[in-house]
């Protein structure tokens, strides 16, 4: 992706000189701010909220100011290089897009604009559990793209390893499992909104496409209520309506048959657990052949365990922020496992990721690759696919631009020497 920064930032100039300004907003500050005004409040809570009182969400970001870049003069850097490799693929750049879910939120047409916005730049997606469109179908609108697969691990291991082999079968290159939520977070602005979208169907894609948890949907269904339902409400009536839309075939025999409050309520029982260990991750590779990336690694000791397991990968994350209120900042957890890893397996990086900037020093700090996550969901909610696409664009003129400035030539000269030696305090 030779000189994508300067072609990106002429073409924005370009179109200025004829009074057209983008329409997706660079500066992050902005294009956070456009996109809550284009979301309803119910899905900007649920895209952009974090656990308990923001905390960790505003450590994950402002952890990025505690490290500046020292650029360095007359390197050639005309020609810059942001190809990188992982589990033995040449990538375009050492950016992936993050699993998030319930993208419906934020557009109607979900995954597979997000697809789209992927596939035009050649950059792998991240497709999540908690996906408003099922993995096979994405995989065909990612085409040759990368796809990776992310999985919450449900309670029901039949139906965990239906995911993984359809997921393996669909294309996927990898295998992400989200480890930091087993349970879900004190999430207090969805909370005062008593708003769940699962619990209105959304986001449930993977499942109700899923031979496993169709039959379990079925037998759910088929058992006799053991209480009666309080009197129907406003409310009940377009939670009903909004299951039934969600749930495959017709609206009106949905309704009738009852099978998508079933969906639900068999979701909610079933969506992760807590229950999990080390020992547990044998089985995982009983089920594929795909690298096993783990995902919410905050801790060098975990990451110590992971290697001692034989993961292929490791995420460090805490969620975006969502999860633990008070946590550590991703960033600064960052060096610390990959001193630990040593290099065996891929480090890659999430939470707090905003521009092309903060990518580079991640990846300053060690990791061999960014995953950015609620930026191009902005994008996609002004914009659809090609809102999403300008965002990545955006993340990747900066980067590469950075690179240039810092006197960098490739993404394997970007190491903690490019960033100034921290002060003692």
Known sequence: MPSVGRAVQ????RAGVFGHRPTVPVEPAALEAAARKAMSPRSWSYVAGSAGQQRTAAANTAAFGRHQIVPRMLVDVEERDLTTELFGRTLPAPLLLAPIGVLEMAHREAEH???????ALGLPMIVSTQASVPMEDVAADLGASPMWYQLYWSRDDELAESFVRRAEAAGAQALVVTLDTHLLGWRTRDLDLAYLPFAQGQGLAQYTSDPVFQRMTRERANQPRTERDPRPTPAAVR????QARRFPGDVRTNLRSGLPRA??????????????????LARLREWTSLPIVLKGLQHADDARLALEHGVDGIVVSNHG?????????SLDALPGIVDAVDGRVPVLFDSGVRSGADAFIALALGADAVLLGRPWVYGLALAGAHGAQAVLEHVLAELD?????????????????????????
């Open 321 to 329: 922020g969502r999860q633990v209120d008070g946590a550590i900042a």
């Open 263 to 280: 969906a639900v309520e068999t979701f909610l029982d079933t969506f992760s657990r807590s229950s999990l260990t080390w020992d547990d």
């Open 239 to 242: 939670s009903v309506l909004s």
């Open 10 to 13: 002429s073409a924005i100039y």
């Open 113 to 119: 604009a997000v697809a789209s916005a992927a596939r």
């Open 401 to 425: 631009l950075t690179m240039g400035l810092a006197g960098v030539r490739s993404v394997a000269d970007i190491t903690r020497e490019t960033l100034a030696t921290p002060t003692a305090g």
